[in-house]
C-alpha cells in the first residue's frame, strides 16, 4: 500500500487542522492504521492508531481530548482532526499502516508501511 499525507502548514496556536492521508495500491480495510508525529531532534512518537474497521482506537496522552482519528474505508483515506493546538504540535506527521498488527502498537518500527509525512507548524 502506498501512503500520501496531507494538509499541513502553519497555524496559529489554539487553531485547528484535519490531515487527510490516502492510500492506494491494496484494500484498505486491510490494515490497521496510526498517526505518527517526530519533531525536530525527538524520536518518532505515535499520534492515535486505529483498528481495520475504525471501531477500536488509541491516543497518545498529550492529545486526548483534543484530537481524533477516523477512516473512511470505501474513500481509502485516514484522518486526523485536531484542534486546540499548541506549539508542543508541531511536527512531521506520517501516516502508517500494517496488515499483520492484531493489537493497535505504539511503536512505529511495527507498522510496515508509511509515507512522506506533511509538516505541521504551531505558532506561539
Known amino acids: 500500500v502506498q501512503l500520501q499525507a496531507f494538509g499541513g502548514g502553519l497555524v496559529q496556536f489554539g487553531g485547528s487542522r484535519r490531515l487527510p492521508c490516502v492510500a492506494s495500491?491494496?484494500?484498505?480495510?486491510?490494515?490497521?492504521l496510526a498517526w505518527f508525529r517526530q519533531a525536530p531532534g525527538k524520536e518518532r512518537e505515535l499520534v492515535a492508531a486505529?483498528?481495520?474497521?475504525?471501531?477500536?482506537?488509541e491516543y497518545a496522552d498529550s492529545v486526548k481530548g483534543r484530537f481524533t482519528i477516523s477512516r473512511d474505508n470505501p474513500k481509502n483515506t485516514l484522518y486526523l482532526q485536531m484542534i486546540v493546538l499548541e506549539p508542543e504540535d508541531t511536527a512531521i506527521y506520517y501516516c502508517?499502516?500494517?496488515?499483520?498488527?492484531?493489537?493497535?502498537?505504539?511503536?512505529?518500527?511495527?507498522?510496515?508501511?508509511w509515507g512522506q509525512g506533511t509538516l505541521v507548524t504551531v505558532s506561539s
Open positions: 495500491g491494496s484494500p484498505f480495510g486491510d490494515y490497521a
Open positions: 502508517e499502516a500494517d496488515r499483520q498488527l492484531r493489537v493497535l502498537s505504539e511503536d512505529p518500527c511495527d507498522y510496515d508501511y
Open positions: 486505529i483498528t481495520r474497521s475504525g471501531g477500536g482506537d
